[in-house]
């Protein structure tokens, strides 16, 4: 028999009892993308056990869609180290943490008949324009009580936000349980979002100003401090260049550094356009981005479909055992980042 027929697939048989880690682990004798997710969650677990620092890049509507207690989950849990997202992933997370909500819609719909109704659409998801202004006016109002001598990373903007939501929060999100767990929530493309509108688009706070440069100078120093780093991408975009050019900065600064240890991804997107948000793994070893020995395992889902399942098996799968600590330890509370062994 060829060397190459060794393990036989597995039909999936059904069990009404059985959790969906089990699943999970069937899904890993199968084929295509079920067993593409099954590795993700064994990944993911190796990541945590084995203590490595992990990166979590959201892209996409997420929150909108419905992932947002998912994230937050991830923070409570500490199965995730540091986020960076977009910046409407954090803008509807705010809308949400305040007791607005988003809406069930369709795509089959009059667009310019919404317009005239002031609601907005994501996809088959609606949203209240006139609520989203209340949201960015409460952005513009917190941003009024920080200091305008200075520019802001967007890690110390964001727990400082965190912590000032907490206090009015209907139900605390990403931004209030990362403020209150100590996660940094890093936002490379702030500029390109509503909490951009929120604050430019009043005359009292647009002279406010982000320092990116010293976002990017954070993550490095992180990659550097850690003894291994994983990554978890949902979809692709700044958040997910973001993170590997963690790995690529240091090595401006004269340090030397493996390329992140283990990665997940959940995409959609396809290699062959050239686009960073399909950008396979092999491609990243080229750049120094990902470990030449990592472990992992690209996903191609939808995220809205394949997180859920993700997420609720690892926790399955972790169950009571205590995550042996992340690679470094950071204290996101003061104006510069504190990190420590």
């Known amino acids: 028999m060829s060397?190459?027929?060794?393990?036989?697939?597995?039909?999936?048989?059904?069990?009404?009892?059985?959790?969906?880690?089990?699943?999970?682990?069937?899904?890993?004798?199968?084929g295509f993308q079920g067993r593409s997710l099954s590795s993700a969650a064994e990944v993911w677990k190796e990541m945590l056990k084995e203590g490595s620092f992990v990166f979590m890049g959201l892209a996409g509507a997420m929150v909108p869609a419905g992932m947002r207690r998912l994230v937050a989950l991830l923070i409570e849990r500490r199965y995730i180290d540091c986020l960076v997202s977009t910046g409407a992933n954090l803008f509807h997370d705010i809308h949400e943490s305040l007791g607005f909500h988003?809406?069930?819609?369709?795509?089959?719909?009059?667009d310019v008949e919404l317009r005239k109704e002031r609601?907005?659409?994501?996809?088959?998801?609606?949203?209240?324009d006139v609520e989203f202004l209340k949201t960015d006016r409460y952005i513009n109002s917190f941003t009024r009580t920080l200091s305008f001598s200075r520019p802001y990373s967007t890690r110390e903007y964001?727990?400082?936000?965190?912590?000032?939501?907490?206090?009015?929060?209907?139900?605390d999100g990403i931004v209030a349980t990362a403020a209150k767990a100590g996660i940094p929530i890093y936002c490379p493309a702030v500029g390109d979002s509503s909490v951009a509108i929120a604050i430019s688009g009043f005359p009292e706070t647009?002279?406010?100003?982000?320092?990116?440069?010293k976002d990017v100078y954070e993550l490095a120093q992180m990659v550097i401090s850690a003894?291994?780093?994983?990554?978890?991408?949902?979809?692709?975009?700044?958040?997910?260049?973001?993170?590997?050019?963690?790995?690529v900065t240091p090595v401006v600064m004269g340090k030397s550094v493996p390329g992140h240890r283990y990665a997940v991804q959940i995409i959609v997107d396809a290699p062959h356009w050239g686009g960073l948000s399909g950008c396979p793994f092999e491609e990243a070893k080229s750049w120094g981005k990902i470990a030449?020995?990592?472990?992992?395992?690209?996903?191609?889902?939808?995220?809205?479909?394949?997180?859920?399942?993700?997420?609720?098996?690892?926790?399955?799968?972790?169950g009571k055992t205590e995550r042996r600590g992340p690679a470094i330890r950071l204290d996101i509370s003061g104006k510069d980042l504190e990190i420590g062994q």
Do not use: C, W
Request: aromatic share 10%; proline share 4%; net charge negative.
């Open 119 to 128: 609601v907005d659409r994501i996809y088959d998801v609606f949203a209240s």
């Open 206 to 213: 647009r002279s406010f100003v982000f320092d990116v440069s």
């Open 227 to 247: 003894q291994a780093t994983g990554v978890v991408y949902v979809g692709g975009g700044t958040p997910k260049n973001f993170i590997q050019q963690a790995e």
């Open 292 to 318: 030449a020995d990592a472990t992992k395992v690209t996903v191609y889902a939808d995220a809205t479909i394949a997180l859920p399942i993700l997420v609720t098996g690892l926790v399955q799968m972790m």
């Open 3 to 30: 060397k190459f027929l060794k393990e036989p697939t597995i039909p999936i048989e059904i069990i009404g009892s059985e959790t969906v880690a089990a699943l999970l682990r069937k899904m890993g004798r199968t």
């Open 158 to 171: 964001f727990f400082l936000l965190g912590q000032h939501l907490a206090q009015d929060a209907k139900e």
């Open 102 to 110: 988003h809406y069930l819609g369709s795509p089959e719909v009059d």
